[in-house]
């Protein structure tokens, strides 16, 4: 059964860093392309970062772009996603996703499988 389980969320003041973890199990994790997506209130879940199966290549959204870093390990059949300055509207449950593959994408339809998401609360 295909599996994804995000860690590392938690509570965090203005300006803190977390490192959300997202651990796969059965797939063969080298073969897909990872991202991050997150969803808050009343909104619509959308794209943060994506990373290409071999880890060569990856793409952040705007709003993430030089405080959000991505990356994997395909020997611990892990993504990571790393969060420095954070501010209050990064709040929201952040998802991690695979989709079979090289190519990443940032559209929530592309993506094969999900994880059950963790929560990231960001106080001012």
């Known amino acids: 059964q295909e599996q994804l389980v995000e860690s590392g969320g938690g509570l965090v003041q203005a300006g803190g860093s977390l490192r959300l973890s997202c651990g796969a199990s059965?797939?063969?994790?080298?073969?897909?392309?990872m991202g991050w997506f997150r969803q808050a209130p009343g909104k619509e879940r959308e794209f943060v970062a994506a990373i290409t199966r071999s880890g060569s290549s990856t793409y952040c959204a705007d709003s993430a772009k030089d405080r959000f870093t991505i990356s994997r390990d395909n020997a611990k059949n892990t993504v990571y996603l790393q969060m420095n300055s954070l501010k209050p509207e990064d709040t929201a449950v952040y998802y991690c996703a695979a989709r079979w593959g090289r190519e990443y994408s940032i559209f929530t339809s592309e993506y094969n499988v999900w994880g059950q998401g963790t929560q990231v609360t960001v106080s001012s």
């Open positions: 059965g797939l063969t994790f080298s073969l897909y392309a």
